[in-house]
């Protein structure tokens, strides 16, 4: 029973919106005037379908020739093959450089120096004051940060200085943030500090006669001897500019997203370990404790705390005291000051620079009294910029690594930070700029003595804070440190290490505290917490280098297991529309009889191409291979039961053989002996399939396919194509047909086995099923009964007839009044009135009425 839905009464026509990539026949133009669509009638109003709906499902029912294949569908809508891969796209750029004109010339180089395009834009008077305020905030807090991390490297504290002015001053000429303060920073110069512990005795400019002291006490007593300043400053200089020159090549290699390989889990794990490391380093100059291991060889860190709590007794009160008050005076102003402050004005309050000029100045107020502070100072400093020279070359092949590593870590923690800050100010920051500029900043830099840095997280906030508009701001930070250098450099001469080493450490209290709430992290996703907890071991256990290598190498295997235990479904369709889903999230959900669609949510590859056939094998509740050893084996059952069949019963050499059918239901394969006769099947009744006919493979999440997975596709299909089971492949990405193009995929797959969409998919292989039915219908029905021949005339009375039962006729006029005549009572059966008797025609006269009246007649 059906109901109106909706009348039309315009020329549309509804045959494109049939299926989702339908070839529009010539005759779904025609007029549909007054065409009146039928829907069945449902239960309720809410279970009325969309009408777009009910015209695809009475379509998909209804559907008579093939659905488009994927061939088809690129053919009628003109498939451009572009060639994807990435060095055909590395090909074209480069071909499209050389047909650059002036124009793309110039704008390439105002790309590689930002500040020329936003330098003629900038607003001078509402910017300039903001700028100002905010560069002269930076170098306040950038004086005793650059002394502190200047001593963490190892080399004399005003090189620290000199690294907060030419640096930042390259990065404001090529760099792309507007916030980012970059400089001296701790975990880069701890690495650049064990590079000068590690190559202090192998890389030397004049030969020191230091000697090794060799003694008993090997924990307790270092192994080498310091490092002289002209070796420690040829050492970071050197590491420093190979670090930049790899950072301008990963630039020019487009390896902005290198970062991505690095997970925010992974770098948190590294520089929460390296902070580790910077507290153990400023241990000796907060305690005045000096025999102790260095820590930058692996497994050392262990030993420096075994040897470090055995020589307690040995501490330096007065560094204790100056480090205590230190400690607790930037925690104040950290926790309880800026908080306040930051409330009336965006500033930070300088204990920094407090404590530097405090204790500075009780140092040197003290000395030769009864108070005097016996404290190892920074000593005396040169005033000034010094000259240019070109950083030792010696060994630079055993410094690779390291210079690797601090040029990853410099770069990963520099956009981390760069990037948040631009989403939180919305506006854009190149990576690949990102690569030139910290490059470019190294390498220059590294000709005037600075070694390596980064941006640091407490002076970028500083500069958001104040407001700063551009990097105009750190070019004023850089002009505050040369006057500060060229005339005041000489007034540290008596400041505390203690004090600069408490800075250090108070400047990394955030990654002290991640430390201890990681734990929250295992709640929320173990695999990260994995990560986590593996990188900050492996820098506590061996050093950052090695830490990195191994959090990094741990990172991608995770990556690699989740993909080769990757998900995988069965999907199916929600009633009354070509939507599909996976089975058992939507009630509305079902299985279609006699066709699997097979969804796989992972690159195919070799690491997970067995796991691939595995999970179609349990999907489908079967496997090929044991079919058809079950096959065979019943054939060979079969085959020994004729035989022995035949030997018993010689004498009927012409029984029947037993039949065998195999039928494959979604669970097992079973085989069944027909021994009864079966009735004739009703052509009336619907065919309903219970064997599985059709498997879809639904590619839309296999993103990559490689060579042994292109096989294990070609495997599946054919060993389904053994038992009679039909593969199906849909919703191919155009990298993975390329593949299939350019290799034998085709030769073994047909074409028209690929299509664009599930729905297209699962159309097809109903239509199949509806084929394959018919024509088993068609086999199976009884062969129609000839009739014998009838007699035109009664002169051919006289050929045999044979049987004399015919099939009863009706004549023509009969079908069209509805009365049908009787030869016999030459009356009406249908209708009540009588008319007058009439000769009967041929068509509906009885052979045996015939008779009676030929004998009647020869009477007479």
Known sequence: MYRRVRTESTSYSPLPELSTQSVSPSETKSNNVGRIILSPIRESADDLLPYGTNVIQNYTKSRQSDVPDQTKFDHTYRFNRAYLSHFGKIAFHIKNIGKWKRKEWCRFAKGLMPITMWLPHYSWKSSLLFDFLGGL??????????????????????????????????????????????????????????????????????????????????????????????DAIAIATSVTLLAGLFQILFGLMNAGLLAVWLSDQLVQGLI????????????????????????????????????????????????????????????????????????????????????????????????????????????????????????????????????????????????????????????????????????????????????????????????????????????????????????????????????????????????????????????????????????????????????????????????????????????????????????GLYETTYDIPGIKVFRFDSPLYFANSELFVGRIHEACGLNPLIVRGEIAETDKKRKAKEKKKEKADAENQHSKENETKLEVSAHQAKVLDEKQPQLDPDPAVNFETTQLTHIIIDCSAILYVDLMGKDVLI??????????????????????????????????????????????????????????????????????TVAPPIAKSVGQKSVPL????????????????????????????????QKKPRVPSKSNIHWDDLDKTQTDSSKR
């Open 137 to 230: 905030m930076v170098s306040v807090m950038s004086v005793p940060q650059s002394l502190a991390y200047g001593m963490l490297v190892g080399v004399p504290p005003s090189y620290g200085l000199i690294t907060g002015i030419i640096g930042p001053f390259v990065y404001a000429l090529f760099g792309t943030s507007k916030h980012a303060s970059p400089g001296s920073f701790a975990i880069v110069s701890l690495m650049v500090g064990a590079v000068v512990e590690s190559f202090g005795h192998s890389v030397s400019i004049d030969e020191v006669d230091a000697i090794p002291i060799i003694t008993e006490e090997f924990c307790c007593r270092q192994n080498k001897p310091k490092v002289s300043d002209s």
């Open 272 to 583: 929460s370990g390296a902070a580790v490391h910077v507290l153990t380093s400023q241990l000796k100059s907060m305690t005045g404790i000096t025999n102790v291991p260095p820590t930058s060889e692996p497994f050392q860190h262990m030993q420096f705390y075994v040897c470090f709590f055995s020589q307690i007794r040995n501490v330096e009160i007065p560094a204790v005291i100056i480090s205590t008050i230190s400690v607790s005076l930037l925690l104040i102003s950290a926790y309880i000051i800026d908080p306040w402050l930051c409330k009336k004005i965006p500033v930070k309050f300088p204990m920094e620079l407090i404590l530097v000029i405090g204790m500075t100045l009780t140092v040197h107020f003290t000395r030769n009294t009864s108070y005097h502070f016996n404290v190892k100072t920074v000593g005396e400093v040169t005033s000034g910029i010094p000259a240019p020279f070109v950083p030792p070359m010696n060994n630079l092949f055993g410094m690779m690594g390291s210079a690797i590593s601090i040029a990853i870590i410099s770069f990963v923690i520099h956009i981390s930070l760069c990037k948040l800050i631009s989403k939180k100010l919305q506006y854009v920051v190149s990576s690949n700029q990102e690569w030139f500029a910290l490059g470019l900043m190294h390498s220059t830099s590294s000709f005037f003595g600075c070694f390596a840095g980064g941006s640091s997280l407490g002076r970028t906030m500083m500069q958001v804070k104040c407001g700063t508009k551009s990097q105009l701001s750190t070019i004023v930070s850089s002009v505050v440190l040369i006057i500060f250098v060229m005339g005041a450099a000489g007034t540290i001469e008596h400041l505390p290490k203690p004090v600069l080493a408490s800075i250090v450490v108070v400047a990394m209290k955030d990654l002290y505290i991640q430390i201890f709430t990681c734990s929250k992290l295992r709640d929320k996703n173990f695999v990260d917490y994995l990560i986590f907890a593996t990188t900050f071991t492996s820098v506590i256990v061996l050093n950052v280098n090695f830490g990195l290598i191994i959090g990094v190498v741990f990172e991608l295997l995770t990556v690699v297991l989740r993909s080769q235990w990757a998900d995988s479904a069965l999907l199916g369709r929600i009633r009354g529309t070509n939507h599909f889903r996976r089975l």
């Open 715 to 784: 495997d599946v299909y054919n060993d389904y194509k053994t038992i009679d089971i039909s593969v199906l492949f849909t919703n191919t990405q155009e990298r993975v047909r390329q593949l299939f193009e350019t290799t034998n995929f085709f030769d073994e797959v047909p074409r028209n086995r690929v299509y664009v969409s599930v729905a297209d998919a699962v159309d097809q292989a109903e239509l199949e099923q509806r084929r394959k039915n018919d024509a088993n219908i068609m086999k199976a029905a009884p062969k129609p």
């Open 802 to 833: 044979g049987d004399n039962t015919l099939v009863k006729t009706q004549s023509s006029a009969s079908l069209v009044t509805g009365v049908e005549f009787s030869v016999r009572d030459n009356t009406a059966k249908e209708g009540t009135i």
